[in-house]
């Protein structure tokens, strides 16, 4: 039987960081929705010129392409025994279509691990969020600063900022947050999905509170 997380909170909240974590301790490919509209960007394919429209913005790509982007990555055969899904869903209707596929693998969402997190906090991580362009790993200029300045400790590729991580731009996507995708907290709680996590806590706590709610801690 796969299995199926879903890692749920703000922007910023360090969901990128911990999925990156918790595929190597599940064995589980990461699937990050921006990730794969970023690539889409870089390679300026027709989905990365329709995503960017929306993505510079702050705002949300539309459903309907985002839950197709989605079920062609978890249809390929690495996924086979599931995956770690990062910023996906982030509205209710790509809940529903999230259902929808995986019902059709005979599967369903396990669990969803929400990453709790105040606002000031956000700010601060989103402002100070590096990132590679090999791979996208994932720094932090003061929380986690790479060990030579711009260069990413694990591929030597070059650090750079997100276009979307400038304040204005940051506020905006926490308001995008609140509207549209924060009502999926009542929704996987009801069904009795929902493990919520302290996200303000070192990264290390982070990850073996989601270890110990997926059933994997000690
Ligand atoms: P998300 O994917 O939820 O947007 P990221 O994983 O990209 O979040 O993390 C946002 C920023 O916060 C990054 O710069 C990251 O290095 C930093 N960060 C992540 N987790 C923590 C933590 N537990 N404590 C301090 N900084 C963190
Ligand atoms: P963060 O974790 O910091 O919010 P992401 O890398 O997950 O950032 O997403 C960056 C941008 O990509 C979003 O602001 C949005 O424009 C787009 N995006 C990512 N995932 C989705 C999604 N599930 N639905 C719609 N748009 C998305």
């Given at each position: 039987m796969a299995t199926y997380l879903i890692l749920l909170g703000p922007p910023g909240a360090g969901k990128g960081t911990?999925?990156?974590?918790?595929?190597?301790e599940a064995g589980l490919p990461h699937i990050s929705?921006?990730?794969?509209?970023?690539?889409?960007?870089?390679?300026?394919t027709e989905l990365g010129k329709q995503a960017r429209l929306y993505i510079d913005r702050g705002e949300l790509v539309p459903d309907d392409v985002t839950i197709a982007m989605?079920?062609?990555?978890l249809s390929r055969p690495d996924c086979q025994a599931g995956a770690i899904l990062d910023g996906f869903p982030r509205t209710i209707d790509q809940a529903t279509g999230l259902d929808e596929m995986l019902a059709a693998f005979?599967?369903?969402?396990?669990?969803?691990?929400?990453?709790d997190i105040a606002?000031?906090?956000?700010?601060?991580r989103l402002s100070g969020r590096l990132v590679c362009r090999a791979q996208g790993h994932i720094y932090h200029q003061a929380f986690n600063p790479p060990k030579q300045p711009g260069v990413c400790d694990v591929d030597g590729s070059a650090l750079y900022q997100r276009e979307d991580d400038k304040e204005a731009t940051v506020r905006h996507r926490i308001q995008v947050y609140m509207q549209q995708t924060a009502p999926l907290?009542?929704?996987y709680r009801q069904r009795g999905l929902l493990s919520e996590i302290d996200g303000e806590q070192p990264v290390e706590a982070v990850t073996r509170d989601m270890l110990a709610a997926i059933g994997e801690g000690s």
């Open positions: 911990q999925a990156k974590l918790l595929a190597v929705s921006g990730d794969i509209f970023r690539q889409n960007l870089t390679e300026s989605i079920r062609e990555r005979g599967s369903g969402v396990d669990r969803v691990l929400y990453v606002d000031e906090e956000l700010i601060r907290i009542e929704h």
